[in-house]
């Protein structure tokens, strides 16, 4: 039974930090492209950072350049997003997501998997 798990959500104070994890199972995950995507209240699910099979590649949109950081550990099964500098507009509920193959789309129906999601609300 394929199960990913995000937690490290909150609420947090604009410029502030916070990290995401995703931990999954149930599948190769060494196999499969991650992504973030978010989805704020009203708004579709947005494509937020995304890293190859291996780690080696990274994508990530435009409003988050700079300022989030995506990585994953194939050894324990698990993908992280460090989010630095943040902003209202990033409050969401964010969403990891795996993709059969190397490099991550950047479109949510691209993927295969998806885990239940964890809000992040940054105040003003």
């Known amino acids: 039974q394929v199960q990913l798990v995000e937690s490290g959500g909150g609420l947090v104070q604009a410029g502030g930090s916070l990290r995401l994890s995703c931990v999954a199972s149930?599948?190769?995950?060494?196999?499969?492209?991650m992504g973030w995507f978010r989805q704020a209240p009203g708004k579709e699910r947005e494509f937020v950072t995304g890293?190859?099979?291996?780690?080696?590649?990274?994508y990530h949109a435009e409003s988050v350049k700079g300022r989030f950081t995506i990585s994953r550990d194939n050894a324990k099964n698990t993908m992280y997003l460090q989010m630095n500098s943040l902003k209202p507009l990033d409050t969401g509920v964010y969403y990891c997501?795996?993709?059969?193959?190397?490099?991550?789309?950047?479109?949510?129906?691209?993927?295969?998997?998806w885990g239940q999601g964890t809000q992040v609300t940054v105040s003003s």
């Open positions: 149930g599948y190769t995950f060494s196999r499969y492209a």
């Open positions: 890293i190859s099979w291996s780690g080696g590649s990274t």
């Open positions: 997501a795996a993709q059969k193959g190397a490099t991550p789309g950047s479109v949510w129906e691209l993927y295969d998997y």
